[in-house]
């Protein structure tokens, strides 16, 4: 079963994107390097809860 998460910038706290996620083989925090609009560049962004 997927989850849907919100990931926020590392930098600047912007909930940028939305993904899924598998519930079943993932226990710990989503963590992607995506482009972040407000900053301007590629940061590490993790899922919120």
Partial sequence: MR???VLAC???SSR???S???QSSQ???LEVRKFCKR????T???ETK
Avoid: D
């Avoid at 900053?39 to 590629?42: A, I, P, T």
């Fill in 44 to 46: 590490l962004h993790r």
């Fill in 20 to 22: 899924y996620k598998n």
């Fill in 10 to 12: 590392t930098e600047c």
């Fill in 39 to 42: 900053c301007g560049k590629h």
């Fill in 3 to 5: 989850k849907k998460v």
């Fill in 27 to 29: 226990s710990e925090r």
């Fill in 16 to 18: 940028n994107y939305s």
